[in-house]
């Protein structure tokens, strides 16, 4: 008898399981359909007050009965849920993303992709880049009107907006911009908290002069023609000295001047910042109502939420399901790639910035021989990783130089892909083959830092191995631990990326023998011995520093040329691949531009 | 004892003992079911890199996820590679990652229990708390650390699930001993003057060995599933060796395209292969439980 | 020894063991490869500024200093009572107190673990009883199997799945976070998001809240369950054989009576040794778990870290671990003790 209790009990649970998700299937579906609400929405906001009598109406309903019940409650839910949302469905962007700021929002420290972004949308720089430019190289008057510089291009001088207000209405002048750069420079040497952005403006200006109360003048330590394109980098915030202190980094949580939307001058002001553990939960952006440019129209949606998603699969069902206007950074190329096929969102496709480039340590065997450097380039084989491992997402990249800059050029491809007999008919010289392979190990980065370096690594040491003569060890390490090998210089060939801090040339073309990637190239030894007058290196440096002091893009253009093709010789670091940048929207939303910069500008977005 | 004699030796005694257990209800049949699990899947894996179609590691970047179909019957990768392939040679790494790491928690853990439970006083108070100690330390995240102490490979692998597990066979050899040395004629042997190191091998040690081996099985079953979740975290071999562990974490990302299989499979090997073991644990632990002799 | 002896001793031996974990924390992450002070600068730092950033780490120290500076602000109670958690530093990464960070991820941890132990508990009581009331039919069997089979699933891939079904092909509940970004969650009260929905007669955002939490826990839940019914299954088998039962049902009393007020109460102890030894295995697989389901508790929170080798970060996580575990353990042999009349030790 009392079997037959417990298969009653049984079933009533089993009967009661049912019932409770159809009702929270139900709920979904008609809480999801916020399209229906926008009529409700006009009366809503007048009838705000009425929630708690809406409250108590629930209360009475619920007496009513289980059906009603379910009704009312998602009829509540329905209100409730554009309430919370708090605005009209039209000024406000939702933006979904997988980025998190990693540390602050003070110029002076913030070096994290997403921690520039929000600085664009909330602070004001001297200069910006337009909104499409194809090179980076446009720059507009945004908190300057106009500049000169002088011949040598070591001082430049700026006029600047007039009746510009930071946020809490204090006036914009030369005084603030002279505050900011000696703030920046003064926060490098020893920072009580924390690593000052990497731009090094100590080693480029000497220091700012105020002129006039419109009017600084930069005085610079060299001849240096991107300076503008450092202007408009997010480090060049014109910060608040009220809400800036000259020696000391705003934090993030707990400090009211990291949020508080006095500091800067942009078009909107951060209104919200949650983080939870360290990462970010809510960032709210609000116009600025003493934004300077207001009268053009801009920002054009009033306010912008950001939403936190852990994952790229994760961001991709929130952009399916429509739970965001928009997602950027990141979805992974199968997911975008899927989404075009979509007719419910559009995929928005732009120009890369972001790079992967092959590095080999040269301060011991095997390579530091050359011919064996440019026989494993030349075997190496980009298009199957961007066919495979990017899907075509990515771009074979023959330059440091990405694409539609200044400078680029298709050097590398004069040692081909794959290019087996020039890898072997090298290695042979240098005392390999068939029955004496070359062998090294071949290291990735582990934990995510770069997007698929696991898959990367596999295809490579295929191209590699398929020439017959190579034998690749694959080894893998997590970031810090992959940091750590690089400086300790135990990683025989590694793969490293870079992402630009300004759009020039000049912020690439070093890479070939940046010191700190560790590859020893201009200590080369020869016969055992270092040599710190290494010929090639000293000539690119000489071309580079030729570069960087004069505007003349014609001559700077075949410089940079020049220094790809001693490059090309010397393979100490070799370019593989340029990524693309995608944004996803549910339509409709227009002005967005994906330009070589990677910046979203949101005030241009609007629906 | 020459080779064959030592094999006949175990034969006679395995065929009976396997026959007998199948007399022994429905606890000998998950002991026997189990075992058939586990020879299989070690069987293909060993067998595996010779019968596989195709070779597991080949990219292909016209082949990228593939459906199952005739020629790829369990589908094609993210990179064009072959599942089936991939099914019968991954198995190898969770197998030696988790045999090696029974074997180093065995060999430290109870000889670690026996001595510290029979020796007892500050020394087993002593080794209790560092044991507890260890317990209480989150397993993933002594892995994780000793993963990146000592770099990533099979060996580190098993080392870092061993550190975690070995806790578990010092707890359960620790009560055993502590109830089987009060035994009457462990006694009997102390009085007569025997040696401690005998009383404990030729006495203790021999009554212990049941729930040991329980402890193992569940153990490497365990042991499995870690390796499984450290390679999750980021922490396997590198990506040129075929391993379920991988293609459990890198499928993920390609459930909501739509490519079920290149989770699905591994993941199903996985849990047979778990299973194969917790059946043999849980089967012997049962048929070696008095209290349930009707 | 009576039951108060051996509570005053119990707590007390946890003491060392706590110590011992935090020494362990300590020493290990200061072996790990990968320099804090280097994960900061991208590109060359010079010397005055690694310099610097040591010391604002405060690795500059000799690592005596450090340990004890590190146990000493465990100990500060007036930080304690002016922040709510305990001084466990500053994080090497974003210089916010660590205490803040985790006592803002815990809940998030606590919740999955309370849901999950529910769910464990009645599928595995339930289950275990039922199938011992049934001995060697196919009920059994099955559930046998059930728990056996439950134990060998990896609980990312039982998650996985879960997500395909509900979250991908059904789209009835969210494959990820605690709540539905497009909501604001529940202001905190105690941080766990259903509590506090309903503390704040907020009924939508229980649901919410309930719908994000039902995946994950179902999950760790069945998982953990497995074990449950083995562990009922086997004591109520026993506890059914003895005499005091046989004499209960000659006495006429109800079956269901016999069953749950007589052999299920015998029966629970093991089972709550079992609960406690599930918790820290819960634990464990909660980073599992919180990965999967991008679930922002302290098991995502200590994965993070460690790729910052945030040492202060990961020691603090470490310890509440090892703390929580050491108090459910605590609390179980306790309570063991004082149901079970004849352990004394």
Same mark, same amino acid.
């Given at each position: 008898?009392?079997?037959?209790?417990?298969?009653?009990?049984?079933?009533?649970?089993?009967?009661?399981?049912?019932?409770?998700?159809?009702?929270?299937?139900?709920?979904?579906?008609?809480?999801?359909?916020?399209?229906?609400?926008?009529?409700?929405?006009?009366?809503?906001?007048?009838?705000?007050?009425?929630?708690?009598?809406?409250?108590?109406?629930?209360?009475?309903?619920?007496?009513?009965?289980?059906?009603?019940?379910?009704?009312?409650?998602?009829?509540?839910?329905?209100?409730?849920?554009?309430?919370?949302?708090?605005?009209?469905?039209?000024?406000?962007?939702?933006?979904?993303?997988?980025?998190?700021? =990693?540390?602050?929002?003070?110029?002076?420290?913030?070096?994290?992709?997403?921690?520039?972004?929000?600085?664009?949308?909330?602070?004001?720089?001297?200069?910006?880049?337009?909104?499409?430019?194809?090179?980076?190289?446009?720059?507009?008057?945004?908190?300057?009107?106009?500049?000169?510089?002088?011949?040598?291009?070591?001082?430049?001088?700026?006029?600047?907006?007039?009746?510009?207000?930071?946020?809490?209405?204090?006036?914009?002048?030369?005084?603030?911009?002279?505050?900011?750069?000696?703030?920046?420079?003064?926060?490098?040497?020893?920072?009580?908290?924390?690593?000052?952005?990497?731009?090094?403006?100590?080693?480029?200006?000497?220091?700012?002069?105020?002129?006039?109360?419109?009017?600084?003048?930069?005085?610079?330590?060299?001849? #240096?023609?991107?300076?503008?394109?450092?202007?408009?980098?997010?480090?060049?915030?014109?910060?608040?000295?009220?809400?800036?202190?000259?020696?000391?980094?705003?934090?993030?949580?707990?400090?009211?001047?990291?949020?508080?939307?006095?500091?800067?001058?942009?078009?909107?002001?951060?209104?919200?910042?949650?983080?939870?553990?360290?990462?970010?939960?809510?960032?709210?952006?609000?116009?600025?109502?003493?934004?300077?440019?207001?009268?053009?129209?801009?920002?054009?949606?009033?306010?912008?939420? #950001?939403?936190?998603?852990?994952?790229?699969?994760?961001?991709?069902?929130?952009?399916?399901?429509?739970?965001?206007?928009?997602?950027?950074?990141?979805?992974?190329?199968?997911?975008?790639?899927?989404?075009?096929?979509?007719?419910?969102?559009?995929?928005?496709?732009?120009?890369?910035?972001?790079?992967?480039?092959?590095?080999?340590?040269?301060?011991?065997?095997?390579?530091?021989?050359?011919?064996?450097?440019?026989?494993?380039?030349?075997?190496?084989?980009?298009?199957?990783?961007?066919?495979?491992?990017?899907?075509?997402?990515?771009?074979?990249?023959?330059?440091?130089?990405?694409?539609?800059?200044?400078?680029?050029?298709?050097?590398?491809?004069?040692?081909?892909?794959?290019?087996?007999?020039?890898?072997?008919?090298?290695?042979?010289?240098?005392?390999?083959?068939?029955?004496?392979?070359?062998?090294?190990?071949?290291?990735?980065?582990?934990?995510?830092?770069?997007?698929?370096?696991?898959?990367?690594?596999?295809?490579?040491? =295929?191209?590699?191995?398929?020439?017959?003569?190579?034998?690749?060890?694959?080894?893998?390490?997590?970031?810090?631990?992959?940091?750590?090998?690089?400086?300790?210089?135990?990683?025989?060939?590694?793969?490293?990326?870079?992402?630009?801090?300004?759009?020039?040339?000049?912020?690439?073309?070093?890479?070939?023998?940046?010191?700190?990637?560790?590859?020893?190239?201009?200590?080369?030894?020869?016969?055992?011995?270092?040599?710190?007058?290494?010929?090639?290196?000293?000539?690119?440096?000489?071309?580079?520093?030729?570069?960087?002091?004069?505007?003349?893009?014609?001559?700077?253009?075949?410089?940079?040329?020049?220094?790809? =093709?001693?490059?090309?010789?010397?393979?100490?670091?070799?370019?593989?691949?340029?990524?693309?940048?995608?944004?996803?929207?549910?339509?409709?939303?227009?002005?967005?531009?994906?330009?070589?910069?990677?910046?979203?500008?949101?005030?241009?977005?609007?629906? | 004892?020459?080779?064959?004699?030592?094999?006949?030796?175990?034969?006679?005694?395995?065929?009976?003992?396997?026959?007998?257990?199948?007399?022994?209800?429905?606890?000998?049949?998950?002991?026997?079911?189990?075992?058939?699990?586990?020879?299989?899947?070690?069987?293909?894996?060993?067998?595996?890199?010779?019968?596989?179609?195709?070779?597991?590691?080949?990219?292909?970047?016209?082949?990228?996820?593939?459906?199952?179909?005739?020629?790829?019957?369990?589908?094609?990768?993210?990179?064009?590679?072959?599942?089936?392939?991939?099914?019968?040679?991954?198995?190898?790494?969770?197998?030696?990652?988790?045999?090696?790491?029974?074997?180093?928690?065995?060999?430290?853990?109870?000889?670690?229990?026996?001595?510290?439970?029979?020796?007892?006083?500050?020394?087993?108070?002593?080794?209790?708390?560092?044991?507890?100690?260890?317990?209480?330390?989150?397993?993933?995240?002594?892995?994780?650390?000793?993963?990146?102490?000592?770099?990533?490979?099979?060996?580190?692998?098993?080392?870092?699930?061993?550190?975690?597990?070995?806790?578990?066979?010092?707890?359960?050899?620790?009560?055993?001993?502590?109830?089987?040395?009060?035994?009457?004629?462990?006694?009997?042997?102390?009085?007569?003057?025997?040696?401690?190191?005998?009383?404990?091998?030729?006495?203790?040690?021999?009554?212990?060995?049941?729930?040991?081996?329980?402890?193992?099985?569940?153990?490497?079953?365990?042991?499995?599933?870690?390796?499984?979740?450290?390679?999750?975290?980021?922490?396997?071999?590198?990506?040129?060796?075929?391993?379920?562990?991988?293609?459990?974490?890198?499928?993920?990302?390609?459930?909501?395209?739509?490519?079920?299989?290149?989770?699905?499979?591994?993941?199903?090997?996985?849990?047979?292969?778990?299973?194969?073991?917790?059946?043999?644990?849980?089967?012997?632990?049962?048929?070696?439980?008095?209290?349930?002799?009707? | 020894?009576?039951?108060?002896?051996?509570?005053?001793?119990?707590?007390?031996?946890?003491?060392?063991?706590?110590?011992?974990?935090?020494?362990?924390?300590?020493?290990?992450?200061?072996?790990?490869?990968?320099?804090?002070?280097?994960?900061?600068?991208?590109?060359?730092?010079?010397?005055?500024?690694?310099?610097?950033?040591?010391?604002?780490?405060?690795?500059?120290?000799?690592?005596?200093? &450090?340990?004890?500076?590190?146990?000493?602000?465990?100990?500060?109670?007036?930080?304690?009572?002016?922040?709510?958690?305990?001084?466990?530093?500053?994080?090497?990464?974003?210089?916010?107190?660590?205490?803040?960070?985790?006592?803002?991820?815990?809940?998030?941890?606590?919740?999955?673990?309370?849901?999950?132990?529910?769910?464990?508990?009645?599928?595995?009581?339930?289950?275990?009883?039922?199938?011992?009331?049934?001995?060697?039919?196919?009920?059994?069997?099955?559930?046998?199997?059930?728990?056996?089979?439950?134990?060998?699933?990896?609980?990312?891939?039982?998650?996985?799945?879960? &997500?395909?079904?509900?979250?991908?092909?059904?789209?009835?509940?969210?494959?990820?976070?605690?709540?539905?970004?497009?909501?604001?969650?529940?202001?905190?009260?105690?941080?766990?998001?259903?509590?506090?929905?309903?503390?704040?007669?907020?009924?939508?955002?229980?649901?919410?809240?309930?719908?994000?939490?039902?995946?994950?826990?179902?999950?760790?839940?069945?998982?953990?369950?497995?074990?449950?019914?083995?562990?009922?299954?086997?004591?109520?088998?026993?506890?059914?054989?003895?005499?005091?039962?046989?004499?209960?049902?000659?006495?006429?009393?109800?079956?269901?009576?016999?069953?749950?007020?007589?052999?299920?109460?015998?029966?629970?102890?093991?089972?709550?040794?079992?609960?406690?030894? &599930?918790?820290?295995?819960?634990?464990?697989?909660?980073?599992?778990?919180?990965?999967?389901?991008?679930?922002?508790?302290?098991?995502?929170?200590?994965?993070?870290?460690?790729?910052?080798?945030?040492?202060?970060?990961? &020691?603090?996580?470490?310890?509440?671990?090892?703390?929580?575990?050491?108090?459910?353990?605590?609390?179980?042999?306790?309570?063991?003790?004082?149901?079970?009349?004849?352990?004394?030790?």
């Amino acid at each position: 008898m009392t079997e037959k209790i417990e298969i009653a009990i049984a079933v009533l649970v089993l009967i009661g399981i049912i019932v409770s998700s159809g009702t929270m299937y139900y709920m979904t579906t008609v809480v999801g359909d916020l399209s229906t609400l926008r009529s409700d929405v006009s009366t809503l906001t007048e009838s705000v007050t009425n929630l708690t009598s809406t409250v108590s109406d629930l209360a009475s309903i619920m007496a009513e009965g289980f059906g009603e019940y379910a009704e009312a409650l998602a009829a509540l839910t329905a209100r409730l849920a554009a309430i919370e949302a708090g605005l009209a469905e039209k000024e406000t962007l939702i933006v979904g993303t997988t980025d998190s700021v =990693e540390k602050t929002l003070d110029p002076a420290q913030a070096y994290d992709y997403f921690g520039w972004c929000i600085l664009q949308q909330i602070g004001g720089t001297l200069v910006s880049v337009e909104a499409g430019s194809p090179t980076g190289a446009d720059f507009l008057p945004d908190l300057a009107v106009n500049w000169s510089s002088n011949e040598d291009l070591d001082i430049w001088d700026f006029n600047l907006r007039e009746g510009v207000k930071f946020s809490d209405g204090t006036e914009f002048n030369a005084t603030h911009v002279k505050y900011s750069f000696d703030r920046a420079i003064a926060l490098i040497p020893s920072i009580p908290e924390g690593a000052p952005a990497g731009l090094g403006y100590d080693a480029i200006i000497n220091r700012t002069e105020v002129l006039d109360t419109y009017k600084v003048r930069f005085h610079l330590k060299m001849s #240096f023609s991107p300076f503008l394109g450092i202007l408009a980098s997010r480090s060049s915030t014109i910060v608040n000295p009220q809400y800036a202190p000259i020696a000391q980094i705003n934090h993030t949580t707990g400090d009211p001047r990291a949020s508080t939307p006095a500091a800067f001058a942009g078009p909107y002001v951060l209104s919200k910042w949650n983080r939870v553990a360290g990462r970010d939960v809510e960032i709210k952006l609000d116009v600025n109502p003493n934004y300077w440019d207001l009268a053009s129209g801009y920002p054009k949606m009033e306010h912008v939420i #950001f939403r936190f998603y852990s994952d790229a699969a994760t961001l991709r069902l929130a952009i399916e399901a429509g739970d965001v206007d928009m997602a950027y950074r990141h979805t992974s190329p199968t997911d975008v790639l899927d989404l075009e096929d979509d007719p419910n969102v559009k995929v928005w496709w732009g120009t890369g910035a972001q790079i992967q480039y092959f590095c080999f340590q040269q301060k011991r065997a095997p390579f530091n021989d050359i011919r064996v450097r440019v026989a494993v380039t030349a075997a190496l084989n980009r298009t199957a990783v961007s066919e495979t491992v990017f899907l075509g997402l990515s771009d074979p990249l023959y330059s440091i130089i990405p694409p539609s800059m200044l400078g680029h050029t298709e050097a590398f491809q004069k040692l081909g892909d794959a290019n087996y007999t020039l890898t072997t008919s090298l290695l042979a010289a240098a005392g390999y083959d068939v029955n004496n392979k070359l062998e090294f190990d071949l290291w990735y980065e582990s934990s995510g830092h770069y997007p698929q370096s696991a898959d990367q690594a596999l295809l490579y040491k =295929e191209a590699l191995e398929a020439s017959g003569v190579i034998t690749v060890t694959l080894k893998s390490a997590d970031w810090a631990s992959y940091k750590q090998n690089r400086d300790d210089e135990i990683m025989d060939a590694y793969i490293y990326g870079w992402y630009p801090d300004y759009v020039d040339p000049d912020n690439y073309a070093f890479l070939y023998w940046a010191s700190w990637i560790h590859t020893n190239y201009y200590n080369e030894t020869i016969n055992g011995l270092p040599n710190p007058s290494y010929p090639a290196y000293l000539q690119q440096v000489a071309l580079y520093d030729e570069a960087r002091a004069t505007t003349n893009t014609t001559l700077r253009e075949e410089l940079y040329a020049q220094i790809d =093709e001693i490059a090309v010789e010397q393979c100490s670091a070799v370019p593989l691949w340029v990524g693309s940048g995608w944004v996803v929207t549910t339509p409709p939303i227009y002005g967005v531009f994906l330009d070589i910069t990677q910046d979203m500008r949101y005030w241009l977005i609007y629906k | 004892m020459t080779k064959t004699k030592v094999k006949r030796s175990i034969l006679a005694r395995l065929i009976p003992g396997l026959t007998s257990l199948t007399k022994r209800g429905p606890s000998g049949w998950m002991v026997i079911l189990g075992i058939i699990i586990v020879t299989a899947m070690v069987v293909v894996t060993v067998i595996g890199p010779w019968i596989a179609p195709h070779d597991p590691a080949k990219t292909n970047a016209h082949l990228i996820r593939k459906p199952p179909s005739f020629q790829f019957p369990m589908g094609t990768t993210h990179l064009g590679q072959d599942m089936l392939s991939r099914i019968l040679c991954g198995g190898s790494i969770m197998l030696q990652v988790s045999a090696l790491s029974v074997l180093v928690c065995f060999l430290i853990g109870v000889p670690l229990g026996l001595f510290s439970s029979y020796v007892g006083g500050i020394f087993d108070k002593v080794s209790s708390l560092v044991i507890d100690a260890i317990y209480a330390f989150p397993g993933l995240v002594i892995a994780i650390a000793i993963s990146a102490m000592l770099g990533r490979g099979v060996v580190n692998m098993a080392l870092s699930i061993a550190v975690v597990y070995i806790p578990s066979y010092f707890r359960v050899v620790r009560s055993q001993v502590l109830s089987i040395k009060e035994l009457t004629y462990v006694e009997a042997a102390r009085g007569i003057g025997a040696k401690w190191y005998t009383i404990l091998f030729r006495y203790v040690f021999p009554n212990v060995i049941p729930s040991i081996v329980v402890v193992a099985t569940i153990n490497f079953a365990d042991a499995i599933l870690t390796a499984a979740g450290l390679t999750f975290i980021g922490l396997g071999v590198t990506i040129d060796i075929p391993d379920w562990g991988r293609d459990l974490t890198s499928g993920w990302q390609y459930l909501s395209s739509g490519a079920w299989w290149i989770i699905t499979f591994p993941g199903l090997m996985v849990i047979l292969l778990a299973l194969g073991f917790t059946l043999i644990g849980e089967g012997l632990s049962e048929l070696l439980n008095p209290k349930l002799q009707r | 020894m009576g039951l108060r002896s051996y509570i005053i001793t119990r707590i007390l031996l946890t003491i060392p063991t706590l110590l011992l974990l935090l020494s362990m924390v300590f020493l290990i992450m200061r072996v790990l490869p990968g320099d804090p002070v280097a994960l900061h600068f991208e590109k060359k730092a010079t010397p005055e500024q690694m310099e610097s950033m040591r010391r604002a780490l405060g690795l500059d120290k000799p690592l005596w200093t &450090q340990y004890i500076e590190y146990l000493w602000g465990l100990v500060d109670i007036g930080y304690f009572w002016e922040h709510g958690y305990p001084n466990l530093g500053k994080s090497m990464q974003t210089f916010e107190e660590v205490g803040g960070q985790i006592f803002s991820a815990f809940p998030a941890t606590l919740e999955l673990a309370i849901y999950s132990m529910i769910i464990a508990t009645i599928i595995g009581i339930l289950l275990g009883v039922v199938s011992s009331k049934s001995y060697n039919s196919i009920p059994d069997h099955l559930i046998r199997g059930f728990g056996t089979v439950s134990y060998a699933v990896p609980i990312f891939f039982l998650g996985i799945v879960f &997500q395909l079904i509900f979250g991908v092909y059904l789209r009835w509940l969210p494959t990820g976070l605690r709540i539905n970004p497009a909501v604001d969650p529940p202001a905190t009260i105690t941080g766990l998001y259903t509590i506090d929905s309903l503390l704040q007669g907020n009924l939508f955002k229980f649901f919410e809240s309930l719908k994000a939490l039902l995946l994950p826990s179902l999950t760790l839940g069945i998982i953990l369950s497995g074990m449950f019914v083995r562990m009922t299954r086997t004591n109520m088998l026993e506890t059914l054989r003895l005499d005091f039962v046989t004499a209960a049902k000659a006495r006429g009393l109800k079956e269901s009576t016999v069953t749950y007020a007589y052999a299920l109460r015998n029966a629970f102890l093991p089972i709550l040794t079992i609960m406690g030894l &599930q918790f820290a295995i819960l634990l464990a697989g909660a980073i599992l778990t919180e990965r999967t389901f991008s679930w922002p508790g302290l098991g995502t929170y200590i994965v993070d870290r460690i790729n910052f080798r945030d040492y202060t970060a990961i &020691q603090g996580a470490v310890v509440m671990f090892g703390l929580f575990v050491t108090l459910v353990s605590l609390v179980v042999d306790i309570l063991y003790a004082y149901l079970d009349p004849r352990i004394r030790l």
